[in-house]
């Protein structure tokens, strides 16, 4: 019997992972590859959410078509918040752009708070479950998509364009790139996959209230990113997993869970941390030796 309680608890974490897979790595080409602190990543997740549990609670339609028109519509509708808040925004760069994305984030859970149609601050229920652990292939199938395209638009013309204005910003913009247009590609790109992530959420928890998406989600995102290497497609996807599937593991142990969830985190940052100044060691030697070559 507990085999059997076991297996259906881990079986229930497929979705959540590629959940905060499909976030992590949307928020790495943002925060790794374009090289821009954004705090708002849970802001889009609720768009998409938001969207996507409207039109399945409100038509009538076979179960696929319906959450296949949620996901094009929720993915669509951050990617436009994305692009409104990407185009006046992105001229800030740092710490000013973390504070200003972050208070979109509240910015907009107040608006859902408000509104009458998202019910307030009881949010929405009875929400049709098409992403829970017995549809995990189609989730997994969405994990991969997002996967490779963001993958294959890093190691593109553009995305070169983008790690670009990460490295040098001002020998970018002297070359002729423009940068304020790659910037915003990036923003809206990851504002996209976040809303996506958001619409399949929602159809595996089948409630959600604003106070799910609030900046304490963003943060949680940006730690597994962190985590996983700047940067690094594999490395998000690694610290997803874990990060997600630790805290069950953790379960058993309720009175030191969070202390032995705490040192897993220092340890897993300490170890990120040596394997990135081992690379920059190899790089100087790497260069060292080129010199002495030439």
Known sequence: MKSGMLNRQYTALIVPVGVNIMLAVSLNLVTGFLGELSLGHACFMSIGAYTGALISTSMELPSY????????????????????????????HGDYLAIVTLAFGEIVKSV?????????????????????????????????LTIVIITNLVKSRHGRAICSLRDNYIASESIGIPVSRFKVLAFVIGAFFAGIAGVVYAHNVGIIKPTTFDYNKSIEILVIVVLGGMGSIKGSIIAAVILTVLPEMLRGADDYRMLLYSIVLIVMMLFNNSEVKERLLEMNLFKRHQKEVD
Do not use: D
Not at 68 to 91: D, E, K, N, S, Y
Not at 115 to 144: A, D, E, W
């Open 65 to 92: 078509a319906e959450f296949f028109l949620a996901l094009i519509a929720g993915g669509v509708m951050a990617a436009v918040f994305g692009f409104l808040i990407g185009v006046p925004v992105l001229r800030l």
């Open 112 to 144: 859902l708070n408000a509104l009458p149609f998202t019910n307030g601050s009881k949010g929405l229920s009875k929400i049709p479950m098409y992403s829970n652990y017995q549809h995990y292939t189609l989730v997994f199938i969405l994990v991969i």
